[in-house]
Every structure is written in C-alpha cells, then in structure tokens.
C-alpha cells in the first residue's frame, strides 16, 4: 500500500474532524438555480424592485424620487448637464451592474472545467446506491488528470467502469449503503477490489484528496499573510518555509516534544 492510499484509509479520520459533507449533485443544482434567479431578476425584476422601494418610502415619509428628473452626480458640478436621468442611472448603472457582476463571479468561481470536476466526484459518489453514477461525466473529470490518464488509461477506464457499476451496484451487496466516497475507498481495499479496479480506485484517491488539497491552499496563505511581515521580508525562502511549515502543521509539531526536534538537528549537523 502506498502512501496515498495510507492516506485514504485514513481519510475517516479527516471526515470526523471536518464539517459534514455537502451533496455536491445539490450543490451545482443550487448553483444554476441561483444564476437562474439572477438572470430573472435582471430580465424582469426591475418594476417590482421599484415598487417595494416606493411603498417603502411612501410608508416612512421619504421622497420618492422623480425618475423623469437628470440624475446630477454629487461628486461633479452641478453647472455640468447631466448625461442621463435618475431612471437610467438607478436602472443600468446600478441595478444592472451588481446584478452583472454577481452573474460574472459566479460563473468565474464556476467555470466548465470546475463543473466538470464536480460533476465527476458527484458521479463517483456512492450514495443512495450509486445512483448518480454516469460514466460520460466521469469521463470527462478525467480529461482534467492528462497526467494520470493517457490516451491508453482512458479506453482502460471506461471498460473497467462498465464492469465496476455492474459489480458494487447490482451484485456485491458489501458495498450497499456506503456514506461517501471515504467509505467506498476503505470498502475498496477491505474487498481487494482496488486492484481490480485500479484506474477507478485512482480516481477514487483524487476525489478524496480534491477538498483536503483546495482546503489547504486556502490555509497556507492565511498563514503566509500572517507570518510574512516586515522582518521576514529580509529572509529568503528558504527560511521563510522553515517558520511557514510549522505554523501551518501546528497540529504535527504540537506532538512532537523539543528533545526529539534537537537530537534530529544534533543527527543532522553531524551527518553534515
């Protein structure tokens, strides 16, 4: 067993320490309900916007704004003629510019390829039976790995992923009722099945170490926001890692006592 699948088996431990998972098949359904929405509300939300904002003000004794009226910029003067009304700076310059914006970053965070690669782990997700299961969207996760899968692995893959579903959905009932991916991998080695399925299995490991990989990306620069200051600017960087990795793996080096940490040093500096 490699040391990725060590950290497989290991994976549960991981599990209980993070927060539960989220379905990520809802997940990207919730997603392009809310573009959905957002698109909606730029095409034909405008008049209802307008309406609650008047009822509001009228409700609380604040002026309605006559939208006929130049819009004058408070930031230039007022000797300047104005280039558009108050309706149409409400309407385009405001209203459809947030709600363009926030159309923009969703489909910035969530590209074709990042849809993809969630769609991928959704199908190999063995919840409710594997019932998400759909080898044309793993397929196309596995156009994002070139380096793990080549032309070769991925006729390979398809045949073993044929012959896969059939055996853990509708013949070996050791693998019914599985909770997540992290119980599929350990159900894997406990079965032996990993070899038989080894291209599978290795999609399996990517899946799993997908959100402990993106989780740790974010850590590290909170930590290197945090540790790079004045001072260690003037360091290189090779010192500035030897201070990062520590404050980082804080957890590792916590069980690790100082007269371990001096002898490996001492061990060092004399093999040195």
């Not at 088996?9 to 379905?23: F, L, P």
């Not at 409700?59 to 130049?70: A, C, G, Q, S, T």
């Not at 759909?134 to 790995?145: A, H, N, Q, V, W």
């Not at 009932?173 to 997540?180: C, K, T, V």
Request: hydrophobic share 40%.
């Amino acid at each position: 067993m490699d040391v990725l699948d060590a950290i497989v088996v290991d994976a549960h431990s991981i599990d209980e320490r993070a927060k539960k998972e989220h379905d990520i098949a809802n997940a990207i359904l919730f997603l392009e309900i809310a573009k959905t929405m957002l698109q909606k509300l730029r095409d034909n939300g405008w008049e209802s916007l307008i309406d609650k904002v008047s009822a509001f003000c009228i409700k609380y004794d604040i002026l309605v704004p006559n939208f006929d009226e130049p819009y004058v910029d408070s930031g230039r003067s007022r000797c300047k003629p104005a280039d558009c009304n108050v309706l149409h700076h409400y309407r385009v310059k405001v209203f459809y510019k947030i709600v363009d914006r926030q159309l923009q970053e969703l489909k910035y965070r969530f590209d074709k390829m990042t849809i993809d690669l969630l769609h991928g782990v959704s199908c190999l997700n063995p919840i409710n039976s594997f019932s998400s299961f759909d080898i044309g969207k793993i397929m196309r996760m596995t156009e994002l790995y070139p380096d793990d899968f080549d032309e070769f692995n991925m006729h390979a893959l398809e045949n073993q992923l044929a012959t896969y579903i059939i055996d853990v959905r509708d013949i070996d009932e050791r693998f019914s009722n599985l909770s997540g991916l992290s119980d599929l991998s350990r159900k894997l080695i406990q079965t032996k099945k990993h070899l038989n399925y080894s291209l599978v299995f290795l999609l399996v490991k990517l899946a799993l170490l997908l959100p402990v990989d993106t989780a740790s990306v974010e850590r590290d620069f909170s930590a290197i926001r945090f540790i790079k200051n004045d001072m260690l600017d003037r360091f290189n960087d090779e010192l500035f890692s030897d201070c990062l990795v520590p404050y980082v793996e804080g957890e590792v080096f916590n069980i690790i006592s100082n007269d371990v940490i001096i002898k490996t040093i001492e061990e060092i500096n004399l093999v040195g």
